[in-house]
Structures are given as C-alpha cells and as structure tokens.
C-alpha cells in the first residue's frame, strides 16, 4: 500500500525562510496569517490528508466511478464521506472572499493544502479543484446578484462547480464550438449541445453542480469571438434559492480512462437546458481565461506533487529492498544483501526526482505569492509587475512542472523494478493518473506555443524583460558569497541561454512563424530549468543563512540543489541547441509521407 | 481503433539496400532467403499480423487473462487460435535449427516477423517469445537426448517455453535464489520452490510448457556459483514422449499489471516437480544467459516496435484531425481548420518518433546479422568480433532502444490531447504495454551498469576497441562524399563524445567505483545516440545512391535521417556532461535523508 507524508516542513522552509512571507502583512488576509496559524493550518492539514484521503487513493483507482441507469454518478466508496469533512475543514475556502464565506488566507496557504489533497489523491483533489476554478471566473466576471447566488454555496463546498469547454470537434480550438444559446426574452438562455470530457460533470457528492459553458447565441460571429459563457446550475434554484426542478442537462457518459478513475469524467448533454450569461455576449473567453489560468497554475501544481509522493514511496523502496552488493563494498553485512539505496543509479532516479520537486514546490509557491501581489498589492506598478509573471510563467509552470513530474513518477516507478508495473505497489497508478497533466488544461505544446507566441510578444516584450531584470538583480546580489557560488554560475548560465534563445525566437520567427512553433517546446524547457534555478539559488540563500546549524534539513537542501545545477543544467544547452535549428527539416515531409 | 500498417519496404530497404544480406550467402541458410524469398515471407507475416494478431491487441487488454479454479489460465478470445494460426505458418521458427524441425533462415527475417507480432500485439508476440528463449537455452546446453525430447515440440509451437528466475526476495541478484533441487538419485530432481512474474507461465494455447527453472542443488556453494538450470515440464513426458502425468507445478496466481494484460505473468508454485539439469550442476547461470542475452535483443527490439505502431496512428490522427490553423496561413481552407500535422510541435512529435524508430530497426536488424555471424560465419576472426559486438551492444540495444521506445509511444499519446488519455482511442495502451520493457529481462539501469561495469573492461576493451574502429573506418570511406557530410559529421561528433566518455569512465572509475554507476545510465544514452547515428549514416548511403530515382521513399528517408542528427545529437553533450559530474553529490547524503 503506498505511503504518503506530507512535505510540512519544507514548506515550512519555503514559506518563512525563502518567501519570508511575513513581509508581506500589508497585504489582505496575509496578517492573519501568522507563523504559528500558518503551521498549525499545515499540521491540520497533513494530518486530514494523510488520515483520511490518501487511504482512498487505491480505491479510487479500482472502483472508478459508475454512471447509474438514471444518469446520476456514484463516486468511489468513500469519497463522499471524505469529501464533507474536507469542506467542513474548509480546506477548499482557504483562499476564496470571505464577502462569500471565504477564509481570505494567502493563495499559498490553499496551494500548500491542495498539493496535499493532490499528492494524497489526484482523482479527488480535482472535485474541489474544478470548484475553485468555476468559483473564480463567476467572482471576476460574474453580476453582484450571481455572485451572490452562487457563490457561497461554492465556498461552503456544498455546491461545486465545473469548466465546459471541449466538444467532439473542438479542443485546443475553442472556436469551432457548436453548442448554442438561444434567449429567452427573460434574460435567460436555452442551451442545447453536447460537451465531452467534463470533469466532476456529475457526481453524488454536492446538493447542486454549477457548470460554466461556453455556447454561441444565435447568430454570434463566427469563431472565438462569438462565444459566450454561461451558468447552468445542475438544479434551477427555487425562489428561496435552494436547488428546485432538475434543469435539461445530464451525464450521457464516463469516459473510461488511462487514470484518475476516482474523478467522473462525463460527456455532459445539454437539451435546452437553462442557462445565465456571465459577463457580456460574445465576451465568454475572457472569463474563461480566468480559470484556465488558476487552473493551469494547479495543473502545474499536479505535476510536482505527484512526483512527491511518487519519490516519498521510491525512497521507501529503496531503503527496504535489499538487492545485489554496492560496487564499492558491502554496506550491510548483517543481510544477505544490501539496501538498493546504495546503487547509485538508484540514487540518480531518486536525486532527479528529488531535485526537481523540491523547486517545482517553490516555484509553484513563488508563483501564487505573485498571484496574490497581482490582485492585492496596493500599487499599481507592483500589481503589474505580478500580473506580467503570472502571464509569462504560467505556461511554463504548467507545462515544465507536468513533463518532469511525470518524469519523477515514471523514474520512481522504474526504481521498483518488475514490483512497479504491478498494481499492487501503487507506482503504476501515480504514472497513470499523473499522465494527464501533461495533457489538459491545454496540452504542453499548447503552453509552448501560447509562451513564444503570445507570452513572449505580448506589451513588447515587458514580462520577460522585467523578470530576466530580477534574475540579474538575484545574481548580482549574491555574486560575492562564496557560499552562493555554484548557484550563482548555474542560474547565470542558463539564463544566459535563455537570452540568447529569446534573442532567436525575436529574430528568426518573424522570418518564419514556424521556427517558433518547432523551437517552442524547447524554449519552454529552457524556460523551466531557469525558473528552478532561480528557486535553487533563493532555496539556497535561505539554507546557506543556516550554515551553523546542527539540523541536516539545511544541508542536505544544498546537497539537493547543488544536484539540480550539476545535473540537470547540462540539459540547458541541448534545449537551446534544439531550438536553433529551426524549422526546415522538421517541416520538409509532406504530410502523405507520414 | 487502432491501425497498424507492417513497415515492409522500411524492412526491405534495410534487408537488400543497407544491410545488403544477399552478401553473405556464404552463411548456412542465407543462400535461401533470396530477396525473392525474402519479400515473399515479408508480406505473408504482414498479411497475417494485420488480419489475424493486431485485432486481438485491444481484446487482450480488455480481457486480461483468468486463473480458473483448478489453476488453468485461460487466454483472451481469440489468443488460442491465432496462436494455432502463427505456429502453423511457421512464424515462431523461422531462425530455428533445422534439425529439430526449424527453417533455419537469418536471423533478421525472424526479427522482421516478431516486429510485427510485437507491434500488432505486445503481449500475444510474449508466448511464442519466450519459448524462443528457452528452445535456445536448451539448445545450447541441453544434452543431445534433451534437444530430442524438447525441441522439435517447441520449434512447432506445439509446446511452449518459459524462464523461471525470479523470486520475491531476487529479481537482479539472482545469488540469492532460494528454489531447492533435491537429486533423486535417478538423475532426476525434485524442485522446490515460488517463482514470481513468469510470462506465460500457465495458459491454455499449448500441449505442454516447458520451465527452465534456476534452483539451488542441495549443498550447493552459496550465492551466483551454485546456481543450476533445470527443464520442469509441465506434463511429465510418457514412454512415448508424449505429455503424460501432471508435474508439480502449478499457477497459484496471476500478478495484475499495468500493461500487458494479454499475457499470462505467472506465480509459479513448484511442489517437489521433477526436474531435469541442463548441463552442469551450479554451471545454471551460464546457460540462463543464453536466454538472457537473446531475449534483451527481443526487448530492444519492443521498444522500437512500440513506438512504430504508436507513431503510425499519431500520423493518422494529425492527419485527420482538425483544430486551429497554421501559424503561416491556411492550408486547408475549405476545411473549419487545418489538419494538426501543419503545427510544428505535432510534427516534432511524430518527427522524434519516427527517426528513432527508423533508426532503431536499423540497430536491432544489423545486431541479428552479428548474431548470425557469431555463430555460422566460417570464420574464427569474424565469429569473434561479432561475439565481441554482441555482448558490448546487448546492453545498449536494450536499453536505449526502450528508453527512447517509451517516450515515442508517450509522444504519439501527447499528440492525441485527451483522446490519448481515453482507453476507446488505444494509445493508453501502447504507453501501458511498453512501460514493462524498460523494466523486464533487467531494468535499463542493470543494462547501464552491465555496459560500463562488465562490457567496457571485458578482454582489456577490445570490443569497443573494435566498434569504434569499424566507425573510424565508415567515416573515411564517407568523408569525401557530400551528400552524406551531414551524417559524417554528425557521427564523428557523437563518436568523439562517446570516446571522451570512455576514457573518463576508465580513468575515474578505479578511482571510485561510484563514478561509473552515478554515469552509466548517460554512459548508455551516449552510446545509444552513437549507434544510432551509425545506422544513419549506413541508411542515408543507401539512399543517397537512389538519389536520382523519382520514388519519394529515398528523399523522404534522407530528410528523417538529417532531422534526426540535427535534432538528437545535441543530446549527446548533455550526456557527457552529466556523466562526468560523478557520484560525489549523487552519494552524499545519508540514507535516511530520503
């Protein structure tokens, strides 16, 4: 049975060492969040995790969930149980307004308890998931009265919410969306079509379920700009705005999967079904951009925490397992052979999952610290600076953190040998369900191509410029501490990559758009292994602060990052290679010849 | 559903152009396979894997296999049949001796065969190849008497084959076999013992099974020296040498796995079964590595059979599919949107796969020539070299053709977005099934730890010596033409990076045993790339000689072959770099830091 325990303590350190958050108490909610209350949040939260989800994780795996005769959805055994106290715990309101029953805590803090619920059970982790995301585009786009309507319910964790986007014909390409919209004469709509792959589209474990569906009204323009967005709650609230008549949507089917088995993933069918416009017609884009970026900022999340409790069972392993001698002598002559921890290509597997996790944490930390800055700093010009990193990281984030977390679950399933592709051990379904991340929310070339494309473009270039101006800052900073010093070189050199491949991409897709796209992939890795070195450096600032102290934590996070920059960096110039090639060869087949 | 197309010109192009096969009629049995012949057979087992193997594939995967209650295994619809089908064409005999009954043709036309019923059905190709396995270990070492018995049967197919090693306490470290063979004075044994994971260790297709199982002979040294190998037949043979009474041995159950739920993965319980040695008592692992060192070839060549059939239906996928246009313009403007191969990121997906996948053919059908040539050439000379080749490359066949096989079935998934996670669209499944041979027949990094701990120092290094000699030797003889400067180049790079790699694994490597496991697993990468890039250089020679023919297939093999140098190679630095980090960091911290 896999085994999982909570990473408090180095999100202890990323919180009051590296992020040193309580600097930050000018901001809303961030006061009352002080140290103690921010490690006691964590120890609960642990605690409920580990105790209570992660149990359910296998068993989510084998029973999946099952669509009844009459369309409703029964969760895996246990999940709705589990799921009451985690919304009586308020695990899914850390962050949410408290105008609407919210706790208004710091974005980290609801991040530090997802990557929990995420690494606890993925399946799971995505009903409140998908909430929060629906919850966010209704508070930014929404009217005071839907607000009010729908809202706290959705904090409480008593209704949940859903994202409906993809049909059969349309994914990555929202604007071949068919389903439709037709008025009402009373404000409402008539919302007919069908939509697939909907997660937690329908389930037994909420009173209501609130979708979020883009649809074209009659006779919108053709294409993106055409789309609309709309609310159709599961039930149509009765004048006392409780759940009442059944509304024309239903769950035509579960989608049998690769993974996340425990989460119902539903082909949603609309039959003039009633629905409530979001925001102004043919703006419903722009909303849903809202939760495509928080969600891909938790996808990005996925990655890494899976890679953690993957890596938390691989280490396990490897100390248990004894298996042939160390090459370099017997380390436990009392057993008939040694502990598989020795072999140090077990050690590689366990060190590159390691490393990487550990920086994808604080970037993924660092990162919703900016989310934060964005909304609730009190100046504009550093709600700006937030909002241009989030814009710029955020496919970065998504699509570097999933390709190398499914990486660490892959790696830490091979380090089990034969055990690992049997079901028994648990590696394999960390593997199957991490396997979607790399896929939803917009594939990761998809995040490549929005990061050269549009990120990279976008306000001349201002994002980039002003995050590779705090890298140089960073470095210049700490360039005399000897201390600092591998970690300085590192993040300088592969920064320096980056440059040039920015400096690439500026000259040479203007020649030719394509160069970007085949370039993109690469330059999004470049990208990410920059991201984490600037990590390592700040991660190693704070342990190098602590160089006197007995506590090993310290110094085996420098021996974890000093891994990262000997290890993985040499990456950087193969990426950058890559790119520079371009093109022509890539595109020079015909498509016949494929 | 999915679709599979066997690469039958891709396969004659290798066989007559490159590999030239028709020179080396000098060999038993080759002055028979005439490209005639050769074609002829080509397209009879094409034919049959495509009609009667490759619709079985999803059936296995949905059915698994069952254990009935008396122990039995029953295979998926169809399994039994279609087995009776291949032995009956002659497929599983192809290379075998003729004296028992086999065809005894090359080598590679065995390969080319069994690449096809690995790419039509993974798990289906597993029965008749580890009967494979076991006919050569008996035929190596069995006594003339055994031969008799055993491999007429199991050249028909009529009885099957399995290796019996592992057991819960040892899969690498095979020394700590605990399987117990007690003499019955008879010349026969009693064996005692829980065999675990054995591929098609019970199963409904075959008359009799045949387990080649390691035990230990009472008072038997301890550890790898006092191994034995035993034939364990599942119906003990009659005075007529027909199955007669039921041994001791039974399935006491079936592992549930992640892939490759068509084949049978077998807890073997033996109950004092009756057992025969094959040659010498404690001499069991020499005779197992027979086994081994075939079916690693076997493995390689999964890897790379995997990813052709994935690639095949990600090229149809992102040629059918449409979603969003060209960043360059419309191409298909009287479409809602441009079929997905016009984005660049899709084509380096399918770009990636298919010149691995090429290249990886090449790889495995050159091996089997060496293998053909290491035990018919009439030569001591040539039979020693390619012994030399066979064992240095072995690993690294294995290895990295499955590394790299594995990531080209996750590309072909990524390119189909959520379809690729849906089980209906069968990419699930490729990733599922490949994921076991990076793991089986000893994990990569065994593999890794074989090539730089065993093969590199192996008779003072005069393999490599060989190996990259005959490169230096290809490399002249091309430098001068340019058409194939491009590949030259490409491999004079490679080359000195894998040399370089070399010496540092021999100068630190004494110095510490760690540095050459911390670099083994980047060691093999390296020489992956570097043989890889041989079999470029052998291609594009081939077809730079058709450079005037108006048949596209010569053109379009040049492009493959230029994108993958290009876009490969820049690996090849990272891996050098990596390597020579060493294991300090990689072995610093204390076990329980983990």
């Known amino acids: 049975m896999p085994v999982y325990e909570a990473p408090v303590r180095d999100m202890q350190f990323l919180i009051h060492d590296v992020l040193q958050t309580q600097k930050y108490s000018n901001l809303p909610g961030f006061a009352d969040a002080t140290p103690d209350f921010i490690d006691a949040v964590l120890e609960e939260s642990a605690k409920f995790h580990q105790q209570v989800v992660q149990p359910l994780n296998v068993v989510g795996d084998k029973e999946g969930c099952t669509r009844n005769a ?6 895996p055994t246990g999940f709705k149980e589990a799921y009451k106290q ?16 919210g706790q208004g805590l710091p974005l980290f803090l609801a991040y530090a308890a997802t990557e929990m619920t995420t690494s606890s059970n993925h399946s799971f982790g995505m009903y409140p998931g998908l909430s929060a995301g629906a919850w966010r585009a209704i508070h930014a786009h929404g009217s005071d009265t839907q607000k009010k309507t729908f809202l706290p319910k959705m904090t409480s964790g008593e209704w949940t919410g859903t994202m409906n986007l993809t049909e059969p014909q349309c994914g990555t390409d929202l604007g071949l969306i068919r389903s439709k ?102 703006k419903g884009m722009r909303a849903m951009f809202v939760m495509m970026n928080e969600a891909r900022l938790g996808v990005g999340l996925q990655g890494y925490a899976a890679s953690e409790v993957a890596y938390q069972n691989a280490a396990a392993f490897a100390k248990d397992r004894l298996q042939s001698r160390s090459i370099t002598g017997t380390k436990n002559p009392d057993g008939p052979a040694d502990p598989i921890i020795v072999h140090p290509d077990v050690r590689r597997m366990l060190m590159d999952t390691r490393a990487f996790t550990e920086a994808g944490r604080a970037l993924v930390f660092w990162a919703t610290l900016q989310a934060d800055l964005e909304t609730k700093a009190p100046d504009e010009e550093t709600r700006q600076k937030a909002d241009d990193y989030m814009a710029l990281l955020t496919p970065v984030i998504k699509g570097y953190l999933t390709h190398r977390g499914y990486q660490g679950c892959n790696d830490s399933l091979q380090l089990f040998g034969g055990s690992g592709f049997c079901e028994e051990w648990g590696m394999s379904q960390f593997v199957r369900d991490c396997r979607i991340s790399t896929i939803y929310e917009g594939t990761n070339g998809v995040q490549a191509l929005d990061l050269v494309g549009r ?49 690439w991409m500026a000259t040479n897709a203007m020649a ?5 796209g085949a370039g993109s992939f690469d330059y999004l890795c470049l990208f990410g292994l920059t991201t984490l070195s600037h990590m390592w450096l700040l991660m190693a600032k704070s342990a190098v602060e602590h160089k006197q102290s007995e506590d090993p934590f310290y110094k085996n996070k420098l ?25 022509d060869t890539m595109m020079a087949l015909e498509a016949e010849a494929f």
Chains 1, 2 share one sequence.
């Open 70 to 75: 009459d369309g409703s959805v029964t969760t």
């Open 86 to 101: 985690f919304c009586e715990n308020g695990f899914g309101s850390i962050a949410m307004d408290p105008e609407y029953g």
């Open 181 to 282: 919209a037709e008025p009402q004469g009373d404000g409402t709509y008539k919302i007919t079509g069908q939509k697939i792959w909907i997660s937690a589209g329908e389930h037994d474990m909420a009173d209501n379920i609130i979708h979020l569906v883009l649809a074209r009204i009659e006779g919108a323009p053709d294409g993106i700009k055409g789309i609309s967005l709309f609310i159709v709650p599961k039930f149509i609230l009765d004048e006392n705005e409780n759940p009442g008549e059944r509304n024309a949507v239903s769950c035509g089917g579960l989608e049998e999967k690769m993974g996340i088995h425990g989460n119902a993933t539903c082909v949603m069918n609309y039959d003039g079904a009633t629905g409530y416009l979001i925001g102004e017609e043919n």
């Open 455 to 503: 990120k990279l473009m976008a306000d001349g270039g201002r994002g980039w410029q002003a995050y590779f101006a705090e890298l140089d800052e960073l470095i210049a900073e700490n360039e005399n501490n000897e201390d600092l010093k591998l970690f300085v070189d590192g993040l300088k050199d592969v920064k320096a990559k980056l440059v040039e491949g920015t400096q």
């Open 512 to 516: 030719n758009f394509d160069h970007a």
């Open 559 to 583: 021996v974890t990052g000093r891994y990262f920059i000997e290890r993985f960096l040499p990456e950087a110039g193969a990426h950058l290679a890559k790119l520079k090639i371009g093109s």
